[in-house]
């Protein structure tokens, strides 16, 4: 059995730098006071020597953990089958990657699991907390509150408690879903329906209300709730066409319920775009052009999304460290939304 070599210690680095180890620890953790030159020293023997810093001794100096928890208010079946998920968090992977921050992954299958990522987050793990597809009458926030924990939330807070200091990153959902349903009333349709998504998350809600402001005497058979996934699109695009046969234009609220209905349109032998005409919204490219046709839909970046999440999160967090609120407070953000054409209208 091959014996491992002992982990070089702090000390081992402040003798080959010639230093104290005080000044070693400052340096490794990111204290003030020490001038340049015994800083470049002290990093020149850390490289040498090969030494990691331990983390728990770290943090007992910096009160920092240098980790954050992404929370996911999904079962793991639904985060990994839908590439919106894969897109936010490669964004905030990339974030805190380029911030030397581990991501903690917490999935919430069902009431125990909110239980117990309020029991985690409490227990002191991470310094903070990013938190996205929270449905309406999710306990998620208040645990989250009551934790006092540093958050920012994807996409506009639905509930009804305290929202002061609240801050998220969403995208103009509303605006969107009005670019969707101007350009399909643009193309001369007037039976224009919409697969909504699931109305317990604001996403779906301000969607919804933008195809209503454009379509504002709608037929209300014109309107069937989905969940954003393909089988949802296919149940919802098959009640349409039982429902109101002649209709000849669909929005949908996301990417997956459009290439659902796509698949029932084929199914029922309706031309796209000549008989409907199909619209979706994300602008997923592993969705959207594997579609037949090719789906049009509104773009929302949601790699940048992820992104700002973290960016926001980290801004916070140096604000709050600095324990003199210099500077302005992170502030929500909105993000534009853009009509991607393609063949399917």
Request: glycine share 10%.
């Amino acid at each position: 059995m091959t014996e491992t070599a002992p982990r070089p210690t702090l000390e081992a680095v402040a003798a080959r730098a010639g230093v104290s180890r005080a000044t070693v620890s400052r340096v490794v953790n990111g204290g003030d006071g020490v001038r340049e030159p015994l800083v470049e020293r002290v990093r020149k023997a850390v490289e040498e020597l090969g030494y990691v810093p331990n983390q728990a001794a770290r943090s007992l100096v910096t009160r920092r953990h240098d980790a954050v928890a992404v929370v996911v208010a999904e079962p793991e079946t639904r985060v990994f089958a839908d590439p919106f998920f894969a897109l936010q968090l490669r964004g905030i992977s990339k974030e805190l990657t380029a911030h030397d921050n581990q991501l903690v992954l917490l999935l919430t299958e069902g009431r125990d699991d909110h239980a117990r990522v309020g029991r985690y987050l409490a227990g002191g793990h991470v310094d903070g907390a990013l938190v996205f597809s929270l449905h309406l009458d999710d306990p998620l926030p208040e645990l989250i509150q009551r934790a006092g924990v540093p958050t920012v939330f994807g996409g506009r807070p639905g509930w009804s408690g305290d929202r002061r200091g609240v801050v998220y990153v969403d995208v103009d959902n509303r605006g969107g879903a009005r670019d969707a349903v101007r350009h399909l009333a643009g193309l001369g349709r007037t039976r224009i329906a919409h697969i909504a998504g699931a109305l317990d998350q604001t996403s779906a809600v301000d969607r919804l209300d933008g195809y209503r402001d454009v379509m504002v005497d709608a037929d209300p058979r014109l309107i069937v709730e989905g969940d954003f996934t393909p089988a949802g699109g296919e149940r919802a695009m098959r009640e349409l066409l039982d429902r109101c046969p002649d209709l000849d234009a669909v929005f949908a609220a996301n990417d997956l319920s459009a290439a659902g209905a796509l698949r029932v349109l084929r199914e029922a032998g309706r031309r796209v775009p000549d008989d409907v005409a199909v619209v979706g919204f994300d602008d997923m490219l592993p969705v959207t052009e594997q579609t037949e046709p090719p789906l049009t839909t509104i773009r929302q970046d949601i790699e940048e999304m992820g992104r700002l999440m973290a960016r926001l999160l980290l801004r916070g967090l140096e604000r709050n460290a600095a324990d003199q609120g210099i500077g302005a407070a992170p502030s929500s953000v909105v993000l534009p939304t853009t009509l991607i054409r393609r063949a399917s209208a």
